[in-house]
Nanobody, 123 residues
Framework: QVQLVESGGGLVQAGGSLRLSCAAS?????MGWFRQADGKEREFVAA????????EYRDSVKGRFTISRDSAKSTVYLQMNSLKPEDTAVYYC???????????????????WGQGTQVTVSS
């Protein structure tokens, strides 16, 4: 396992942008972002492969969110554009340290989690 520290959350108006960052304390395989809104289950948002060449997104964020990583810094980013009120949630970073060869979308396959960062989109 590794320690993950997220940053970049905040309050933004609908249509605005935010960039989340997640720094890992060591090497990781696939990394992902999940979110959990009040009263709802945690859901997959985006994931990126170890090498950064493969990505996956949930349908509702495709074309608006972009996940990327800087392997030299062991950091993953989530650029969120055209934000909507329904994007409001606590966003969690996750890392797979078992180095799966595929992009991991299932939260149960991640073994390291960050503390979460609040994203609030006002209408």
């Amino acid at each position: 396992q590794v320690q993950l520290v997220e940053s970049g959350g905040g309050l933004v108006q609908a249509g605005g942008s935010l960039r989340l960052s997640c720094a890992a304390s060591g090497r990781t395989g696939s990394m992902g972002w999940f979110r959990q809104a009040d009263g709802k289950e945690r859901e997959f948002v985006a994931a990126i492969s170890r090498g950064g060449t493969l990505t996956e997104y949930r349908d509702s964020v495709k074309g608006r969110f972009t996940i990327s990583r800087d392997s030299a810094k062991s950091t993953v980013y989530l650029q969120m554009n055209s934000l909507k009120p329904e994007d409001t949630a606590v966003y969690y970073c996750a890392a797979d340290t078992r180095f799966s060869p595929v992009v991991v979308k299932n939260e149960y396959e991640y073994d390291s989690w960050g503390q979460g960062t609040q994203v609030t989109v006002s209408s």
